[in-house]
């Protein structure tokens, strides 16, 4: 089974467009996350949620709008996408905000802005 | 400032040999440290994690801490080809509650 999936894998857009990633963990963790990682392989927190919760909002643009309907989904909705948008987007999910040794990652969706 | 520094690589090592990643965090008063392995195209994987100073063994993987000099290492011990990866130093930084990466180091293992 499947702790941490992502939806879809592969994303292509062209600017400009809404866009929603989906995010859902099973290991029934309290605290779920989400990185931008960009073609440098740099790896970035954007939000953190901890059941239902924001928890941390790393500077990222209001376009990147996160929802987390219960605490097994975190999603992402990014409006009017521009191509600096273009990169991988992990979600990953914790125990809780204290056992972030134990940081599991989904698989990534690679989004391509056109 | 929040700053984790890898040198990014390719880091080049004959299968066998011993692979040595090095990694410097900004803050002293830091407490966890962990090491990430990424594939090409695939996720972040935590391979260890360390809190206090000296050595943590686990296999072939060795992560040193040093708090004092704000280092971290990994060293991978008889290097195989699966081991080439781009590998990741990440810190849990006193006050925050997610974790900073660095920007990767790219191991090649070749046979």
């Known amino acids: 089974d499947t702790a941490v999936s992502q939806t879809p894998k592969y994303l292509v857009t062209q600017m400009g467009n809404d866009k929603s990633i989906k995010c859902e963990q099973n290991?029934?963790?309290?605290?779920m996350y989400w990185y931008k990682q960009d073609s440098k392989k740099f790896l970035k927190i954007m939000f953190s949620?901890?059941?239902?919760?924001?928890?941390i909002n790393e500077t990222v643009p209001n376009r990147f709008s996160p929802k987390s309907p219960d605490k097994a989904h975190l999603n992402l909705h990014i409006n009017s996408l521009e191509l600096g948008d273009s990169a991988v987007y992990f979600c990953?999910?914790?125990?809780?905000?204290?056992?972030?040794?134990?940081?599991?990652f989904g698989p990534g969706t690679r989004l391509t802005v056109l | 400032q929040k700053e984790v520094e890898q040198n990014s690589g390719p880091l080049s090592v004959p299968e066998g040999a011993i692979a040595s990643l090095n990694c410097t965090y900004s803050?002293?008063?830091?407490?966890?440290f962990f090491w990430y392995r990424q594939y090409s195209g695939k996720s972040p994987e935590l391979i260890m994690f360390i809190y206090s100073n000296g050595d943590k063994e686990d296999g072939r993987f060795t992560a040193q801490l040093n708090k004092a000099s704000q280092y971290v290492s990994l060293l991978i011990r008889d290097s195989q080809p699966s081991d080439s990866a781009t590998y990741l130093c990440a810190v849990l930084f006193s006050g925050y509650s997610t974790l900073t990466f660095g920007k990767g180091t790219m191991l090649l293992v070749s046979p």
């Open positions: 990953a999910s914790s125990p809780d905000l204290h056992n972030t040794d134990t940081q599991y």
């Open positions: 949620y901890n059941n239902k919760e924001l928890i």
């Open positions: 803050d002293r008063g830091s407490q966890s």
């Open positions: 290991l029934g963790h309290d605290t």
